[in-house]
């Protein structure tokens, strides 16, 4: 997220890609370092929601919850 946030910061537009589940470790970062300095960072989301096999550890059940909060 914050490695994103520094290539974005220098002019890229950097892709963001990682599972919901560790996103949420990532929602600080997701906060300052992303969304409060408005950078063109582009998020790639995957198990975002609820997912079968993978069990009840890999799914993204708040992932709409807490990015709703992101003042974005």
Do not use: N, W
Request: glycine letters at 8%; proline letters at 4%.
């Amino acid at each position: 997220m914050t490695f994103a946030a520094g290539m974005a910061a220098e002019g890229m537009r950097p892709f963001a890609a990682i599972y919901s589940t560790f996103l949420q470790r990532a929602y600080d970062q997701l906060v300052h370092d992303v969304a409060i300095q408005k950078l063109p960072v582009r998020f790639a989301i995957d198990r975002a929601g609820l997912v079968g096999s993978d069990g009840q550890t890999h799914a993204g059940s708040f992932d709409v919850t807490y990015l709703s909060t992101c003042p974005i």
